[in-house]
């Protein structure tokens, strides 16, 4: 095995060891999942699913949903995180690729300016279908862009979490460029 080949592999074992630590593999839940086709405006396919937890309801018959927005390089698979953390609390989960991203049609993303469009449709669809009490926006780097400029549109939205740069992780970003640019960061900064 190559160098490379065993750090690659040695990082993957990492990331899903921590992974497999942050999930509480020990819950049982029945889920319905169910795969849609969302056009939008561009006339372009997007595809999506909606995860539903099976053994909740509210008195009233529906539930809570949250919509995942995944980041530039990202796909719906990225929401996996999202599902296994909030299906046993009884809240769906839509994930969906935007147009140019995933399975969906499209070339290109434009990192939140026509994403706003494709969050629509799907946000959309989710009213028009009924059994949802509230939507939720879960969006990581571009997806949460996206959510913070859906959410200037629609004050519906009933919550969101948006998953950007973590400070500790900016900070040291910030300590490297200044290391490496010898100080002409902090001038620029003044």
């Not at 939140?112 to 799907?122: F, N, Q, S, T």
């Not at 009213?127 to 629609?154: E, F, N, P």
Request: glycine share 8%; aromatic share 8%; charged share 15%.
């Amino acid at each position: 095995m190559t160098f490379w080949a065993a750090q690659t592999r040695l990082l993957w074992l990492e990331t899903w060891r921590q992974r497999a630590l942050t999930l509480n593999w020990s819950t049982s839940f029945v889920i319905r999942h169910v795969r849609l086709l969302q056009t939008n405006k561009q006339g372009l396919t997007m595809k999506c699913s909606h995860y539903l937890p099976l053994d909740s309801k509210t008195k009233d018959g529906t539930l809570p949903a949250v919509v995942y927005c995944h980041c530039n390089s990202g796909s719906r698979r990225d929401a996996e995180e999202a599902v296994w953390h909030l299906l046993p609390c009884g809240v769906g989960v839509v994930a969906f690729d935007f147009t140019g991203s995933g399975l969906s049609d499209g070339k290109w993303v434009t990192l939140g300016a026509h994403e706003v469009d494709d969050l629509a449709v799907v946000i959309q669809h989710l009213r028009s279908m009924g059994g949802i009490s509230s939507i939720g926006l879960w969006g990581r780097s571009m997806g949460a862009v996206t959510a913070l400029l859906y959410s200037h549109k629609d004050p519906d939205i009933a919550g969101m979490v948006r998953r950007v740069c973590s400070r500790s992780r900016c900070r040291s970003c910030v300590c490297m460029l200044h290391c490496w640019m010898g100080g002409l960061l902090a001038w620029v900064a003044w």
